[in-house]
């Protein structure tokens, strides 16, 4: 039988020692035009140095949850349609200093 220990290293974006290092924060957001109007199907990564569990879609409505370590992102929204044309881009700065949850709006520019 072999004995084996598994171990879970954080990740943070800056190099800052004042970076919260407990568990994730839930971020939650939307994605809009510059209308207002919400936009769906966005890739959502949070920039920088992330890994492929960072990533996610934004729903129909623009909304997206995502968990995220200690670390200050700049969140990007890249959105295209169904046709796979660019519609647009948009970034939201965010600073994870707890596990509390975190919001954003991502207004998306083309």
């Not at 598994?6 to 568990?23: E, K, Q, R």
């Not at 990007?76 to 707890?98: I, K, M, W």
């Amino acid at each position: 039988m072999i004995a084996g220990v598994f171990l879970l290293s954080s990740c943070t974006a800056t190099t800052d020692g004042n970076i919260w290092t407990g568990p994730p924060a839930t971020l939650t957001g939307h994605v809009v035009d510059t209308a207002g109007e919400p936009m769906g199907r966005c890739n959502i990564n949070p920039g920088g140095n992330y890994t492929i569990e960072m990533q996610t879609i934004s729903a129909p409505d623009g909304s997206f949850t995502v968990s995220l370590p200690g670390g200050r992102y700049d969140i990007e929204a890249n959105c295209h349609d169904y046709d796979q044309t660019f519609l647009g881009r948009g970034t939201a700065p965010v600073e994870v200093t707890s596990a509390d949850p975190v919001s954003v709006q991502i207004t998306v520019k083309q």
